[in-house]
């Protein structure tokens, strides 16, 4: 058999397997709270996994080797601000964000938690942030498409618009009939893929070069400049805004959602280890996969033609031809993984935030899941259409997105759940404040405007939310709810369970 049929056989295998995960998890379930946060019964395991995976992307397997690759040590600064980042988020955001949820009517999605958190009776909250999310996300679920065909293109020589398809089909099937217990379910696969990948790649290049020794010994004499995490290059503003990243966490719906389905706030601390250790050897494996393909391309067969092939070309070299199917895999699981999560959370804020916000009769369970799934399609046709033709403004519109999102909704998220004082007005004022702020900053090149936008979006954000919130009041209801979760937190932290009447 030839290179490609091996790899043909590995990408059906991995499509058979989150078609068949999609069929188990449809089977699983019967509600809407089944179909949007998995019945808030996952473990700590697939919320990790989960969140790791949909977080991530392509970027870990072929954008960080490629960069670290080209320059050297110094690109680790973003997936070191990520980190931080995500520890932070899981350490303060989870178990309250996990209890306010529930205690707060058992909010399914981040704008309706907002809404009833403040007390937003004209919803204009909850509509704000639906339209944000479902306009934000479309586009990032059609630039997730637009990898997908471009790697099919790439990989086999499909055309572009069949590699989309099938990369489309696939995802929008396990995601529209399983929900969210499906989308967890396939990320723990992938994310298991792509760490594992991730860690193969760079063992297998260390004994293909003969050891470590040979490895630093050879980067060494190449460029000794590739070691150092700050280069001639490198700036103050540059650094700092590789690591304002992290920031980005606190907002993105598609990661904090994973939170709010964990079975317990207790799990959150297990969920953190999990998560960050998964994050840690993710990262620390694309970056040895970069400094092993420094010694072996520049050693063996010389530069590559294409930096972010880096991953690729060494699983290809490296290993049998169905294995380094499976690396392949590991890419594409790394681009579905996050649209199926995109996905849903445009679904979501559809049909949670925005249809329920103007009709307001009550809805079957049945029914309600039937609007779950239309949303699901309607999302996934919208962005199909605009990845018919692959568009570079929108695959820039992914690096503004996660800015526009950590800028919007992360002061908000992080002031509901510790400050008694926020109101309804101050977060509607911060929200819009934020996603103005990235908009007009990210337009302006120079001086401080290269400045990653998320962070004078997000402190813009911040203060806007304070000041707004001390001139205008707060429901009288917040009181009682916001203490009761607080010592909902604080009773699960010591490890007890709580009385039935605080819950």
Request: glycine content about 10%; charged content about 10%; overall charge neutral.
């Amino acid at each position: 058999m030839t290179d490609q049929t091996y790899q043909t056989i590995a990408m059906i295998v991995y499509f058979v397997a989150m078609i068949l995960i999609g069929l188990w998890a449809y089977r699983r379930t019967s509600n809407i709270d089944d179909y949007m946060l998995a019945g808030r019964k996952l473990g700590p395991v697939a919320t990790a996994l989960s969140a790791g995976a949909s977080d991530m992307s392509g970027w870990l397997l072929m954008g960080l080797p490629g960069a670290l690759y080209l320059t050297g040590m110094v690109e680790l600064w973003i997936a070191i601000g990520l980190t931080i980042g995500a520890w932070l988020n899981w350490k303060y955001t989870a178990p309250r964000l996990r209890t306010y949820t529930e205690v707060a009517g058992n909010a399914l999605t981040i704008p309706t938690f907002l809404g009833r958190r403040l007390r937003d009776d004209s919803r204009m909250i909850r509509i704000t942030a639906g339209a944000i999310i479902l306009v934000f996300f479309t586009f990032y679920v059609s630039s997730g498409m637009v990898a997908g065909g471009e790697f099919f293109q790439a990989s086999f020589g499909m055309s572009y618009q069949v590699g989309m398809l099938l990369v489309a089909g696939i995802t929008v099937l396990y995601t529209l009939v399983g929900g969210f217990l499906a989308v967890a379910y396939t990320d723990v696969v992938q994310g298991l893929m792509m760490v594992t990948a991730l860690v193969a790649v760079p063992i297998a290049g260390v004994i293909h070069l003969g050891g470590l020794s040979p490895l630093v010994t050879t980067i060494t004499e190449l460029d000794p400049g590739t070691w150092a995490l700050w280069g001639a290059s490198t700036s103050v503003l540059g650094v700092t805004s590789a690591l304002a990243w992290g920031l980005g966490y606190f907002g993105q719906p598609h990661i904090i959602v994973r939170f709010m389905a964990l079975e317990s706030p207790q799990q959150a601390r297990a969920g953190r280890r999990i998560g960050i250790g998964w994050m840690l050897l993710a990262c620390l494996g694309a970056a040895a996969t970069a400094l092993v393909g420094i010694a072996v391309y520049r050693r063996d067969t010389g530069a590559l033609p294409n930096a972010e092939t880096v991953f690729i070309a060494l699983g290809q070299l490296l290993f049998h031809p169905l294995i380094a199917g499976f690396m392949l895999a590991a890419i594409l699981a790394a681009i579905m993984s996050t649209i199926s999560s995109q996905l849903l959370v445009s679904s979501s804020a559809l049909v949670e935030d925005l249809y329920r916000s103007f009709r307001t009769e009550q809805l079957s369970e049945q029914r309600s899941v039937l609007i779950g799934r239309i949303g699901v399609l309607l999302v996934s046709l919208i962005a199909a259409a605009l990845a018919w033709q692959a568009d570079n403004t929108i695959l820039k519109l992914v690096a503004f997105a996660w800015a526009g999102f950590g800028a919007a909704f992360g002061p908000v998220v992080v002031l509901s759940l510790y400050w008694k004082r926020l109101t309804r007005w101050g977060a509607l004022a911060g929200m819009l404040t934020g996603a103005v702020v990235v908009a007009v900053w990210g337009k302006i090149d120079g001086g401080i405007f290269d400045l990653y936008e998320i962070l004078p979006g997000f402190l813009a954000n911040l203060v806007v939310t304070i000041v707004v919130s001390l001139r205008t009041t707060v429901a009288p209801e917040v009181d009682e709810e916001f203490d009761r979760a607080a010592m909902l937190v604080e009773t699960f932290s010591r490890g007890e369970l709580p009385s039935d009447q605080a819950r």
